[in-house]
């Protein structure tokens, strides 16, 4: 812009605004105020407009985590690739017995809606369960990766538990399926993680122990040599994760959380009108408590030294828990409701989360 000088003020205002002569001071005030207004206007068109960028970015983080993760924050289950114990859990949420088998049998999906469609569930139930499913899969890294690994061999270990002691109380037909579970369900699952891990292939072992199972067992020289072989090919597996973090109370609190999880799911499953109405899922969650009691054994010592207080508790719960178990052989009535086994579940996974947090 021009300079304009004082002598030429009012020249200007004749020529531009034909208005009457106005005073020097009324013009300049006139002048610098449009000048200044100019200036405010410019300055704001330049600047970054970051309120309408914030919200794209927090929509980009909200769909990356729902894309990882369900309800609660936990992993969603994909409907097209997921083993029965975690379709479990969705039969566990809607109450719907086979649920699990259902859903495995009208696979593939090109869409969770594909649930109603294909009749799995209604509109109303898929509601219920919309968030804690997917079709895409989750990759995962780091120490959740390895969370998942020891988590699915540690269902693998819960199934071949509660096969011994079913075994040991001479009952081969309900031992079979839970010899059958590692190998017709989890095995394939964690089979690429095997490989990676540079782990002996141990199926074999596994499928040898469940056809002498299934032939009824009746040669207890080689049923006990093909169990021995099949849980120590699950510890070998177990054992290629380095033994810190193994013992690390802040991991195996992780994996712990993981079995009960599902074993919650299972118990739910198995409980239908006040009556153990699946024996195989009471069975099964059984088997998954065991171990994660044993779990929870392994860091005691330093959970008691860290974590008095939250050690006390998850040592508590877990005592309380596992009276819903009384036996491998199922009552005719639940010791605990599905009700109470959640909430013992909740309190133990509660309780070591804030211990995590604190570690």
Same mark, same amino acid.
């Given at each position: 812009?021009?300079?304009?000088?004082?002598?030429?003020a009012?020249?200007?205002v004749?020529?531009?605004?034909g208005i009457?002569p106005?005073?020097?001071?009324?013009?300049?005030?006139y002048f610098?105020?449009a000048l200044?207004?100019?200036?405010?206007?410019s300055?704001?068109d330049?600047t970054?407009n970051t309120?309408?960028?914030?919200?794209?970015?927090?929509?980009?983080?909200?769909?990356?985590?729902?894309?990882?993760?369900?309800?609660g924050?936990?992993p969603?289950i994909?409907i097209n690739?997921a083993?029965?114990?975690?379709?479990?859990?969705l039969?566990?949420?809607?109450?719907?017995?086979?649920?699990s088998?259902k859903?495995?049998?009208?696979r593939?999906?090109?869409?969770?809606e594909?649930?109603?469609?294909k009749k799995?569930v209604?509109?109303e139930?898929f $509601?219920?369960?919309?968030d804690?499913v997917?079709i895409?899969?989750?990759?995962?890294e780091?120490?959740?990766k390895d969370?998942?690994?020891?988590?699915?061999?540690g269902?693998?270990?819960?199934?071949? /538990?509660?096969a011994?002691?079913?075994l040991?109380?001479q009952?081969p037909?309900?031992a079979?399926p839970?010899?059958?579970?590692?190998v017709e369900?989890?095995?394939?699952d964690?089979?690429?993680q095997?490989?990676?891990?540079?782990v002996?292939?141990?199926?074999e072992?596994?499928?040898a122990?469940q056809?002498e199972v299934?032939?009824g067992a009746?040669n207890?020289?080689?049923?006990n040599? $093909?169990f021995k072989?099949?849980m120590?090919?699950v510890e070998?597996?177990i054992?290629a994760?380095?033994?810190?973090?193994?013992k690390?109370?802040?991991?195996v /609190?992780?994996v712990?959380?993981?079995?009960?999880d599902?074993?919650n799911?299972?118990?739910g499953?198995?409980?239908a009108?006040g009556?153990?109405?699946q024996?195989?899922?009471?069975?099964d969650s059984?088997?998954?408590v065991?171990y994660a009691n044993q779990l929870?054994?392994g860091?005691?010592d330093?959970?008691a030294k $860290?974590?008095?207080?939250?050690?006390?508790s998850i040592l508590?719960?877990?005592?309380d828990l596992?009276?819903?178990?009384?036996?491998p052989?199922?009552p005719n009535?639940p010791?605990?409701?599905?009700?109470?086994?959640t909430?013992l579940i909740?309190?133990i996974?509660?309780t070591?989360?804030?211990a995590?947090?604190?570690?």
């Open positions: 812009m021009g300079h304009i000088s004082l002598a030429m009012k020249p200007l004749f020529e531009f605004f009457f106005m005073s020097l001071f009324r013009f300049l005030a610098f105020s200044l207004l100019t200036i405010v206007i300055c704001s330049q970054p309120t309408s960028q914030t919200p794209a970015s927090s929509s980009a983080t909200q769909i990356s985590t729902t894309m990882e993760h369900g309800h924050g936990k969603k994909n690739s083993i029965l114990s975690e379709l479990d859990k039969e566990a949420k809607l109450g719907v017995p086979a649920l088998n859903i495995q049998a009208s593939p999906y090109g869409k969770p594909e649930l109603v469609s799995v209604t509109a139930q $509601d219920q369960i919309k804690m997917t895409e899969d989750i990759k995962l780091g120490e959740a969370v998942d690994y020891m988590t699915k061999l269902l693998m270990k819960g199934h071949l /538990l509660v011994r002691e079913l040991d109380l009952k037909n309900q079979e839970h010899i059958g579970h590692p369900e989890i095995y394939a964690v089979e690429d095997l490989s990676e891990r540079k002996k292939p141990f199926k072992p596994l499928i122990l056809d299934k032939a009746k207890a020289s080689k049923v040599t $093909d072989t099949s120590q090919s070998a597996a054992s994760l380095s033994e810190s973090q193994r690390t109370p802040n991991f /609190l992780q712990i959380n993981g079995l009960l599902t074993a799911s299972e118990y499953a198995a409980i009108n009556k153990v109405a024996i195989i899922e009471y069975q059984r088997g998954f065991t929870y054994k860091i005691s330093q959970m $860290d974590h008095p207080e939250a050690h006390k508590s719960t877990i005592t596992t009276k819903a178990w009384p036996s052989l199922a009535t010791v605990l409701t599905t009700a109470q086994v909430k909740k309190m996974e509660q070591s989360l804030n995590i947090k604190t570690s």
